[in-house]
């Protein structure tokens, strides 16, 4: 895997509960599903799934080494930082802090690669900055990456993650939907295979947008997905949301995803799918 | 029962104290024709005083007063024949979504709005302008039947958001915006979208994307309301005012940013003001901006909408 920016080694994938405070968070990690304090390295070996099949969210970087062929990815426009149109000074420091906390100048990782030598091109965001909100920058780089698939003859893989459009940039944020569609037509008509991943949380913009549009959806067990969030929808319609709703199987189950697929097995489902497209191609 | 908006009230009080001038001189035959000139001379001032100068906050007032024009309004105002076309052929038809045909200037057109309501009753039954799956997919069905007859379309844009509730969620809420964004993105005939109130989050976008995104100057734009905005990155929602003045959604600014091609000018006061006066203005800026897009090369014009959207945001 080559990443070319000054990227902060991962340490952490713990939890945001505060009570395993007095665990030292690079040797263990605790379930967010069923408490079992894990060894970090055997977690990363189970591709961070728990033996209760909790899957953690995985920074961009994990999910590449756990999803690209060793070594084959080449990321592009790594370098582009965020824009704070407005100039806001409480967005300034968020950036700052997601910078920091994601060690990622953006939500968006993309560039291309191989999966069972497969080539293509792929895009996965990382919940680590600001919730993965899609402000220009990701908007932005998103479109590049559905355009370089177009021009190269790729396929093309969108691992989905964010709680929607970036408020910070207001009326830009919101275009950013329409851009990535409108690149999406025009890939689908070209006959290019996209495959959308959804994975734990995919909502707001992100999902109506890009994120519902793959000629193929593959979920993540148990990912939430949606277009307005739990709370926004107890708090209209005062009531309590039922167990399950609006996770992958739920939406599975009303017809909106084509396959929820355990993350130990998505590197080779991902390559069958691609082999059915590409035959001939390698 | 008329709305005053806190602002609006010098206004309203010398116009009340001129009817009452007129209907004071009108029963005691007293000629008060000075007096009312002064105090309608005064009128004139005081409005064009307070509205050239409006704040965001009262730019957000206006474009959700109760009196507003609604899509409905504006149907009536500025197309003839017009007859409504209801369902999404799949679950229902949505009431928060009004579409149909009519004709504009001699031309068939297909038009689509977000359709609020004026008071309670009607914002319950129209689901306060909030649509529904149902209601994005009724408006692709349309908009590819006016494909089909080579009909321009023209959106209408007036909502706080799409609806949040199981029912939407349930039948695929996000896929049906994704859906619509797709279908215009590549639908063979011209779009004209106008925001002629609120247009919020992905609900408004739904059916907003088109050759051209016209804004009535009082309107508003933005990726979520301000109250949401201030209650999701505040945790407090009476912030509102100061998001909206934050993320910049009045159509100057919308404009500004690249997003709006044009604003349409409204009454003095707003839409509210004078409804007729209001359509007229919007059926002039339609009617110049539909002659322009139909002399379009079909190629040409699918390319520049393509470009339209792909140069928002573009980062060097």
């Known amino acids: 895997m080559i990443l070319d920016t000054n990227r902060k080694q991962n340490d952490s994938f713990a939890p945001t509960e505060s009570e395993n405070r007095d665990i030292p968070d690079d040797i263990w990690s605790k379930c967010g599903r069923c408490g079992e304090i894990l ?68 939500v968006v990782v993309y560039g291309e690669g191989t999966i069972d030598k497969w080539p293509v091109v792929v895009v996965v965001m990382d919940t680590n900055f600001m919730m993965a909100s899609m402000g220009t920058v990701a908007g932005e780089k998103i479109t590049r990456a559905i355009e370089l698939a177009a021009t190269t003859g790729k396929s093309l893989i969108i691992f989905t993650a964010s709680g929607g459009a970036r408020m910070q940039e207001g009326i ?66 005062r009531q309590k949301l039922p167990e399950g709703f609006q996770r992958a199987e739920f939406f599975k189950q009303h017809g909106f995803i084509d396959k929820i697929v355990p993350r130990p097995l998505m590197k080779e489902t991902l390559a069958k799918i691609l082999a059915l497209h590409l035959q001939g191609v390698r | 029962m008329a709305v005053t908006l806190e602002f609006e ?54 474009a959700r007063h109760p009196e507003r024009p609604n899509t409905d309004d504006y149907i009536k105002y500025i197309f003839d024949d017009f007859v409504e076309l209801h369902g999404d052929r799949c679950f229902g038809d949505d009431p928060a979504v009004m579409g149909g045909i009519g004709r504009f200037h001699g031309r068939a057109v297909t038009i689509i709005g977000q359709l609020k309501g004026k008071d309670t009753n009607e914002n319950l039954a129209r689901n306060f302008g909030m649509a529904h799956p149902e209601g994005y997919r009724k408006a692709v069905r349309l908009m590819q039947q006016a494909e089909k007859f080579k009909r321009p379309v023209i959106c209408f844009i007036d909502t706080p958001g799409a609806y ?24 063979k005939v011209p779009i004209i979208t106008v925001v002629i109130g609120e247009g919020f989050s992905g609900g408004a976008l739904g059916i907003g994307v088109g050759d ?31 998001a909206a003045e934050a993320i910049r959604i009045i159509a100057r600014d919308i404009q500004e940013l690249g ?33 322009e897009l139909v002399g379009i090369k079909l190629e040409d014009l699918l390319s520049q909408r393509y470009e339209k959207f792909r140069s928002i945001g573009n980062i060097e």
């Open chain 2, 164 to 187: 949040p509730g199981i029912g939407a969620e349930e039948r695929g809420q996000f896929e049906a915006i994704a859906n619509s964004m797709l279908v215009m993105s590549a639908l």
């Open chain 1, 39 to 106: 060894l970090n390295k055997d977690l990363i070996k189970n591709h961070k799934v728990c033996q209760c099949g909790f899957h953690h969210r995985l920074t961009a970087p994990e999910r590449i080494q756990m999803t690209l062929d060793n070594g084959s990815f080449r990321e592009k426009d790594a370098g582009l930082l965020p824009v704070n149109p407005f100039d806001l000074a409480d967005y300034a420091g968020k950036l700052v802090d997601a910078r920091n906390k994601s060690g990622l100048n953006e």
């Open chain 2, 212 to 242: 051209r995104i016209l804004m009535q100057e009082h309107s508003i734009y933005s990726v979520i309301t301000p109250e949401g905005y201030a209650s999701i990155l505040w945790k407090d929602s009476s912030r509102a005012r100061e």
């Open chain 1, 172 to 237: 830009l944020s919101l275009m950013q939907m329409a851009k990535t569609v409108e690149a999406l037509g025009r890939l689908s008509n070209a006959g290019q295979l996209y495959i959308t991943v959804i994975t734990d949380p995919t909502t707001g913009g992100v999902s109506a947008s890009f994120a519902a549009l793959g000629d193929i959806i593959l979920a993540e067990p148990d990912a939430m997905i949606g277009f307005t969030g739990p709370r926004v929808i107890e708090q209209t319609i």
């Open chain 2, 9 to 62: 009230r010098p206004i309203q009080e010398l116009e009340d104290k001129i009817n009452e001038l007129r209907r004071f001189s009108r029963e005691k035959g007293i000629d008060l024709s000075n007096e009312i000139a002064i105090l309608e001379k005064r009128v004139g001032e005081v409005m064009r005083s307070v509205y050239s100068n409006l704040d965001t906050w009262q730019h957000v007032l206006i």
């Open chain 2, 259 to 291: 997003v709006a091609d044009k604003i349409i000018p409204e009454p003095l006061g707003g839409a509210h003001k004078d409804q007729e006066a209001a359509a007229e203005m919007l059926d002039e800026v339609l009617a110049e901006t539909l002659d």
